[in-house]
């Protein structure tokens, strides 16, 4: 179904007016700045790609299950998310 879905224009415009648009960036620079307030994260400009990828992804696990699981969070902080955050 999710390729046909992806083939045809019509559906992903249906598809998409049907998903609530959240936009969680206000939420993200909170998370952001208490990070950098206890040290562990630098407080460096970040790309808007990189401020929207947990968004994003937990938009794509929403998906698959809702609510998110708990380990499906977890392992979107601890394994995608903080080393993106702490690299070099």
Request: overall charge negative; hydrophobic content about 45%.
């Amino acid at each position: 179904m999710r390729t046909a879905i992806l083939s045809d224009p019509e559906l992903i415009g249906a598809t998409q007016s049907r998903m609530p648009q959240v936009d969680l960036g206000p939420a993200m620079a909170e998370v952001m700045t208490r990070a950098v307030a206890r040290g562990e994260v630098s407080g460096r400009p970040l790309p808007p790609r990189v401020v929207q990828l947990p968004a994003q992804l937990m938009r794509i696990e929403s998906q698959r299950a809702m609510p998110v699981p708990d380990h499906v969070v977890v392992e979107i902080v601890d394994q995608i998310i903080v080393p993106i955050l702490t690299a070099p």
